[in-house]
């Protein structure tokens, strides 16, 4: 007991001459702004998974990567983990996709494009226990290389939204 209070009374001495502490999360998280941009790709072979990766660049990762699965076979939705500059990482499922929407400009050579609803689930590190949610406006389009015959997948993605941790 007696030790908390002069915990207390340490911690309001440094707030009142204006020394910086360290800030602490709300219960829960506090709700950020979250923004992240990038482009990922993969060779489609005839597996029904391709795994998806490629460098991301955002609010809260800096310089990151962001990978994820699609499942043609089942349809599923696909899970996904975006990896911040330090390591950490941060773990999102999408909840509903809308293929074609209006509003999302994309270069003359892509396919289509895909308006998903994401939502953070958890991560590692600063992330553990991450929630929020997130929209990812994706340009789809794709090379074939000559030589092989093989097609390469490539997203183009911005994802804007919030996330508490």
Do not use: E, W
Not at 36 to 44: R, W
């Amino acid at each position: 007991m007696r030790r908390a209070a002069g915990v207390g009374a340490v911690i309001a001495l440094a707030v009142s001459l204006g020394v910086p502490t360290p800030a602490v999360a709300a219960k829960g998280g506090t709700s950020r702004p979250f923004h992240v941009t990038g482009v990922v790709s993969a060779p489609v072979t005839n597996d029904c998974v391709v795994n998806v990766v490629g460098p991301a660049i955002g609010t809260h990762i800096g310089n990151g990567s962001n990978t994820f699965k699609i499942d043609f076979c089942t349809g599923a939705p696909p899970p996904g983990i975006i990896t911040a500059a330090n390591g950490d990482q941060i773990f999102d499922v999408a909840s509903g996709d809308n293929l074609d929407p209006a509003g999302i400009v994309c270069a003359p050579d892509a396919f289509f494009a895909v308006k998903s609803t994401i939502l953070i689930a958890g991560g590692t590190g600063r992330f553990t226990g991450a929630t929020g949610s997130f929209v990812s406006s994706s340009c789809i389009s794709g090379v074939v290389d000559p030589a092989t015959g093989v097609f390469t997948l490539i997203l183009t993605f911005d994802n804007v939204g919030t996330i508490s941790y």
